[in-house]
C-alpha cells in the first residue's frame, strides 16, 4: 500500500519556476513506478511525467518535454517534479501517482495504469 501527499504549488510568472514535491508512505515506495497528472479548469486529466522504479528511465508528455524534469530519492520517499519556463496554459492541479504493480519501467501513461493517487496541488501561472 502506498500513500502519497504533494506540496510546493502555488502562484508564479509566467517563465518562473516551481518545484513539487510527493512525499510517499510504505515501505515499498522504492520498487513502484511513479509519476505526475494534471488537470486543468474544463479540461480531462493529463499524463505530465512518469519515472521507473529505479529512477533510471523517464518519460515525458510532449507538451513538458524540455521544461520539467522528473526525478526521485528512494532514501527519503519523495518523487520531485522540477518545472521550469512555466506558462500560463501549465495552470492546473497536479497529482502524484503510483503504479498498481511493482517494477514499473515507467512508460505508461493512462489514467487507468496507476493505482495510487495523491489529493493534488494546485499551481497557477500568471501571464
Known amino acids: 500500500q502506498v500513500q502519497l501527499v504533494e506540496s510546493g504549488g502555488g502562484l508564479v510568472q509566467a517563465g518562473g519556476s516551481l518545484r513539487l514535491s510527493c512525499a510517499a508512505s510504505g515501505r515499498t515506495f522504492r520498487t513502484y513506478a511513479m509519476g505526475w497528472f494534471r488537470q486543468a479548469p474544463g479540461k480531462e486529466r493529463e499524463f505530465v511525467a512518469a519515472?521507473?522504479?529505479?529512477?533510471?528511465?523517464?518519460n515525458y508528455a510532449d507538451s513538458v518535454k524540455g521544461r520539467f524534469t522528473i526525478s526521485r530519492d528512494n532514501a527519503k520517499n519523495t518523487v520531485y517534479l522540477q518545472m521550469n519556463s512555466l506558462k500560463p496554459e501549465d495552470t492546473a492541479i497536479y497529482y502524484c501517482v503510483a503504479d498498481k504493480t511493482p517494477y514499473g519501467l515507467g512508460s505508461k501513461e493512462g489514467l487507468n495504469e496507476y493505482g495510487y493517487w495523491g489529493p493534488g496541488t494546485q499551481v497557477t501561472v500568471s501571464s
Open positions: 519515472i521507473s522504479w529505479s529512477g533510471g528511465t523517464t
